[in-house]
């Protein structure tokens, strides 16, 4: 069964990026299409690529996320630096940012505790669901959690010297 033929290059993403990346977002685009005629554009994680406890997190969403809504990349990376200049942010390596219907007029950021809970929720996973209820905690708490646990975790985990690869399998999802 040969992938159907990407779609030309999302012009937010396209300066400097690899043709082989584009396609895989491209690709991922148009599995949401076909899925359904009003779906959101793929999902983005930005993460500390050098995090063993982010690293986890990204392991468990790519088991939950079934559906390939999500992709990854660092935060240390391009794609991070072109998402950060394009919305006019600073890239903090201890925040996390879910980027929600990259490339479409509506991509919304959001940071912290907020990407996590809302990445969470978009799997659609039971565990997503149930994570999701956490978000009535008021943002200002659920964020000072969050700055605990980020400025404590290499203290917990010892950094890698650099990004790990992502298993074969999982490699389209992963952006620069």
Known sequence: MTA????????????????????????????LAAESRTAPGPHLLLFDGVC??????????????RRGLICFAPLQGETARRIAK??????????????????????????????????LADTGSLLGLLVSLARVVPRPLRNLAYRFVARRRFRWFTPYDSCPLPRPEDAARFLP
């Open 52 to 65: 063993p406890m982010c690293h986890g997190a990204v392991r468990l969403l790519l088991r939950l996320d």
């Open 4 to 31: 159907p033929h990407p779609s030309p290059s999302p012009p937010c993403l396209s300066q400097g990026i690899s043709t082989q990346t584009l396609s895989a977002v491209n690709l991922t685009a148009e599995k």
């Open 86 to 119: 394009r919305h006019q942010i600073g890239l903090d390596l201890s925040t996390a940012i879910y980027v929600r219907n990259l490339c479409a007029r509506d991509e919304r950021l959001h940071f912290e505790s907020s990407a996590v809970l809302r990445a």
